[in-house]
């Protein structure tokens, strides 16, 4: 066994004994488990949901069904509506379908992990709690406050989807043969008051001394994945420049940066394929371009010069003649702004 699998169980648990929350669900530290009924119950509850939130349910519900069995012969109607506000309905169902199960198997729940597992509704974490929690079976409790605790705990440099299967190996390294549910109530607590997600308390930290994350910054764990790479864009704007006018025009008001005075361009918005436009043939050179970044895509704006001077194929109910000069106040949304001043200083 290495010094990590020793140290953190002793620290963790010695300081769970002081510091241990008092939850309706639970027995105190060291003492004899709580009754089976009641550690599926909570845990249950607790599946997407705030302690704060269970508390009165919990009690509502042992108060109203006190054992599987009472659970088992309870109306479907009644335990739904009991559970109104609680949320994620399906939980209730799965409640009611393995309160039966248990109660046809005889009124008592199963003490390993893969029996509990094979219950309706019991997934990998709630089979684990259970059978640690309740049967002090030695399981791999993982919620997603040991997630936390122990990316922090091993610096791990992966984000959370591809670290799962490491921190699993760890949490089963580290779980201790005695007080397997203590610790796993202890690795829950510690995240939830202690290595918490925005400014963990390390220094109030029992197991700071053997943590890799802490002095790397522990907020930085777990990884967060890395954002999707914007697709590309690529498009023309075209400066068309007579007499210290610039022709501007007003964009479709449907598509982007609709209804707003621009450049004239391409069609870029239209087209999501991140091809480069053809050819331009004509007296055009190039200008330069400018790139610049939407919500979902970046564009590189190629900009094109005008030397001709075939006016009378401009349309006035297209555009305007806009003064050089007072292109501040054209109102341009900034990509064409950009594109503006980018021809301006290569004019
Ligand atoms: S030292 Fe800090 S980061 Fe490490 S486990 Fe403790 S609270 Fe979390």
């Known amino acids: 066994m290495d010094a990590s699998a020793q140290t953190i169980p002793a620290s963790l648990l010695g300081w769970y004994d002081a510091h241990a929350r008092a939850l309706p669900w639970r027995s105190p530290p060291g003492e004899a488990p709580p009754d089976p009924y009641r550690v599926w119950l909570s845990e249950v509850m607790l599946q997407q949901t705030t302690v704060a939130a269970v508390i009165p349910y919990f009690e509502k519900f042992t108060a109203r069904w006190p054992s599987v069995a009472a659970l088992a012969a309870a109306d479907e109607a009644e ?12 939980r209730a169902r799965n409640l009611i379908a393995c309160a039966r199960a248990v109660a046809e198997a ?13 219950l309706p509704g019991l997934g990998a974490y709630t089979a684990a709690a259970v059978a640690a929690i309740a049967f002090g079976r030695r399981a791999a409790v993982v919620d997603a406050n040991v997630e936390r605790v122990v990316a922090r705990l091993e610096a791990l440099d992966r984000p959370l989807p591809q670290a799962r299967a490491r921190i699993r190996e760890v949490v089963e390294r580290i779980t201790p043969e005695d007080r397997p549910g ?5 690795m829950m607590d510690l995240g939830a008051t202690v290595c918490t ?12 001394a053997v943590c ?23 498009g023309r704007a075209f400066w068309i420049e007579r007499d210290g006018a610039v022709w501007l025009v007003r964009r479709a008001g449907r598509g982007m940066l609709g209804g707003m005075r621009a450049l004239p361009d391409d069609g870029w918005s239209a087209r999501d ?5 053809p050819p331009l043939a004509g007296p055009w050179q190039g200008g330069g371009s400018v790139r610049h970044t939407f919500t979902h895509f970046h564009l590189d704006l190629q900009l094109m010069l005008y030397s001709g001077s075939d006016w009378a194929r401009l349309d006035p109910q297209d ?3 806009w003064p050089v000069e007072r292109i501040g106040e054209a109102g341009l949304p900034t990509l064409f702004a950009k594109a503006a001043t980018r021809a301006r200083g290569e004019k």
């Open 106 to 118: 005889g009124g008592i729940f199963p003490d390993t992990e893969a029996g509990l597992r094979a």
């Open 182 to 186: 203590d610790f796993a109530q202890a």
């Open 319 to 321: 555009g305007e003649w």
């Open 212 to 234: 890799k994350g802490r002095s790397l910054g522990a907020e930085r764990f777990p990884v967060k994945p890395a954002k999707k790479a914007k697709p590309g864009r690529k």
């Open 197 to 208: 997600p925005r400014n963990p308390r390390c220094l109030l930290c029992p197991l700071a």
């Open 79 to 90: 335990v739904m509506a009991a559970w109104a506000g609680l949320g994620y309905y399906s």
């Open 273 to 277: 394929d991140g091809a480069a436009p």
